[in-house]
């Protein structure tokens, strides 16, 4: 049975970093890329930051690039969110998710999600 577990969020001043990890357990068939998600209240779902499993190559919404850093460890099964210059707006619940199919920003691309952890970023 697959798992992805998230761990990282906190509360955070403006400004500050936070680093979320995903912990994979259980095989994924065809893994082909994992990505990092959230969701405030009232708000759709969003695709913050997307690396393939093979390539690495890496994928961000314009809100967070330059400021957010996605990366890999394959030979633990992990992937991280490294969350730099944290503004309020970043305030969500972050998604882990992986794919065997697509990779585009759409969620409904990715099979397999974690149940999520708190960010809240206060000014």
């Known amino acids: 049975q697959v798992q992805l577990v998230e761990s990282g969020g906190a509360s955070e001043q403006a400004g500050g970093s936070l680093r979320l990890t995903c912990a994979v357990s259980?095989?994924?068939?065809?893994?082909?890329?994992m990505g990092w998600f959230r969701q405030a209240p009232g708000k759709e779902r969003e695709a913050v930051a997307r690396?393939?499993?093979?390539?690495?190559?890496?994928y961000y919404t314009d809100s967070v690039r330059g400021r957010f850093t996605i990366s890999q460890d394959n030979a633990e099964d992990a992937v991280y969110l490294r969350m730099n210059s944290l503004k309020p707006e970043d305030t969500a619940m972050y998604y882990c998710?992986?794919?065997?199919?697509?990779?585009?920003?759409?969620?409904?691309?990715?099979?397999?999600w974690g149940q999520g952890t708190q960010v809240t970023v206060s000014s």
């Open positions: 998710a992986a794919s065997n199919g697509r990779c585009s920003p759409d969620p409904s691309d990715f099979a397999y």
């Open positions: 259980g095989y994924i068939v065809s893994k082909v890329c």
């Open positions: 690396i393939y499993t093979y390539s690495g190559d890496t």
